[in-house]
C-alpha cells in the first residue's frame, strides 16, 4: 500500500495570508489526525477527523480548521497566518484513529515571513 | 493538563553504549503508551506500544520499553546501540478518558550515536 502523502511538502507564506494543505491517507484508514511540529513544542496536536468529522480537537486557535472528504483525504487550513505558525505539519493516518498505530506522512514545511 | 515529558533532550553515545531515554506522563488514568522513532530524512514510525498485559514492551531493532504505573513512566532501553540509531525519538501517551483518543507526544530527544 502507498504510505500517506502530504502536499506540499514545503510552502512559503507573509504574514497574514491563509493556507492549505493536503493530506492522502493509506488506502483503507478512515482517521486522519494533524500535529504541529516545532523545535521547541514538539508535536501538538491540531485535531483529529474520522468519516469526515471532526472527532477530536487539540487546543489550537480557531484559525486552524480542517475538514475530512468521503474519500478519506483531508486538508488544514491556517487563516491569518502568524509567524509563529512556522513549523512542519505532520498528518498521520489509522485505520479507526483509536489505540491504533499511527501512520505519519512526510509533512508540510510552512515558513511564515 | 495532560502532558508527557522527556527530560534528556539530546544524548550523545558511542556505538555499544547503552541507551535509556526517560519518559513521564502526568494522567492518574488508563492510557495506551508508545514510543516512534524518526530517523533523518525519513517519516515518524512506530518503535513499540504498550496497551496492557506485560509492563515489558520489545519493539523492533532490539529496542524495549517498560511500563511502570506508580512512577507514571515508559522508559525506553537498548543495551547496545548502533550508529544507526542516530534519530530523534518521542514518546506518546493516549489518555483512555471520555472515549477521546487523542495523542500527546513528549517534545522528543535527540540520540546521536558516535561510531
Redesign the interface.
Known sequence: KA??TQTPRYLIKTRGQQVTLSCSPISGHRSV?W?QQTP??????LF?YFSETQ??K?NFPGRFSGRQFSNSRSEMNVSTLELGDSALY?C?SSET???E??Y????TRLLVL | AQSVSQHNHHVILSEAASLELGCNYSYGGTV?L?W?VQYPGQ????LL?Y?SGDPLVKGIKGFEAEFIKSKFSFNLRKPSVQWSDTAEY?C?V?P?ASG?????????TRLKVLA
Not at chain 1, 521547541?40 to 496536536?45: D, K, P, R, V
Not at chain 1, 505519519?104 to 509533512?107: R, V
Not at chain 2, 477521546?100 to 522528543?108: E, H, L, V
Open positions: 504510505g500517506v489526525s500535529y521547541g513544542q514538539g508535536l501538538q496536536f483529529e472527532r477530536n487539540g505532520l498521520a484513529g483509536t489505540e498505530t499511527q505519519f506522512g512526510p509533512g | 495506551n508508545f516512534y517519516h515518524l514510525q512506530l506500544k496497551f518521542f506518546a493516549i483512555q477521546t483518543y487523542k495523542y500527546i507526544f513528549g517534545t522528543g
